[in-house]
């Protein structure tokens, strides 16, 4: 039995991947091109023109992630936009299986986006006649993957709560209150900004503990971002 309803729940799962993957693919070439050439050329454009790698790493890591955090959100807006949102809970049929759908297909995408990152500092490195080691663009990667599954975990219960211009000003405000607030702690508090460059400092030098970490920290975010989409999307009428 135990069997028999695992294969059902990958087999709805796997619907759901399907679905946002063709939703995606449904903007054209184009728009897939997008992804995956704006953040190597930009980085390679930064390698030429004597940026330091540690400013074309930053870059790299920003962009990829700001641009497949927009996917999620491109996904939310095409089931509005389309009047696709009627399938939801049809194909697959059960909601819990459609969440989990969707943030295995945005997992998939992150590692992608992991390895454009890998890539496109290499590419700048060889640019810039500094040879990006193997470990240090691993590291990039896995910086970039693991950023955006939290981002991502963020932003789901907002995106099933709001639409989705109403979710991006509500992430948008939350940033920017908590960018604010943190930024004002650390003026008024001079303690507490030298705490966070002793911080910086040690996840430097102990990155791979600062991954493994971070990795705890993104698993506990999915589950809790799981738990709250469900019970958003769960009271709400197809």
Request: proline share 3%.
């Amino acid at each position: 039995m135990n069997t028999t309803a695992n294969a059902d729940a990958m087999t709805a799962i796997l619907r759901q991947i399907s679905l946002d993957w063709n939703r995606t693919i449904s903007y054209g070439r184009s728009y897939i091109a997008i992804f995956f050439a704006y953040v190597p050329g930009f980085t390679c454009l930064m390698a030429a023109t004597g940026s330091t790698l540690d400013s074309v790493a930053g870059a790299a890591i920003g962009g990829a992630a700001s641009g497949f955090l927009m996917l999620n959100i491109t996904l939310f807006s095409y089931e509005q936009m389309n009047n696709h949102h009627w399938m939801n809970g049809i194909v697959p049929i059960n909601r819990n299986h459609q969440i989990l759908g969707r943030f295995a297909f945005l997992i998939v995408c992150n590692l992608v986006a992991g390895l454009e990152v890998a890539v496109s500092i290499a590419c700048a490195g060889i640019i810039m006649h500094e040879p990006v080691k193997v470990t240090d663009a691993i590291g990039f990667a896995a910086m970039t993957v693991l950023t955006l599954v939290l981002l991502n975990a963020i932003v789901q219960p907002f995106l099933y709560r709001f639409s989705p211009y109403r979710a991006m000003a509500a992430i948008i405000l939350s940033i920017g209150v908590i960018g604010g607030a943190a930024i004002g702690l650390c003026k008024a508090l001079p303690e507490l900004e030298k705490t966070v460059e002793q911080l910086a400092e040690a996840i430097s030098r102990h990155q791979a503990i600062a991954l493994a970490a971070f990795l705890i920290i993104d698993v506990l975010a999915l589950a809790f971002s799981r738990k709250i989409s469900l019970h958003i999307y769960g009271s709400k009428d197809i």
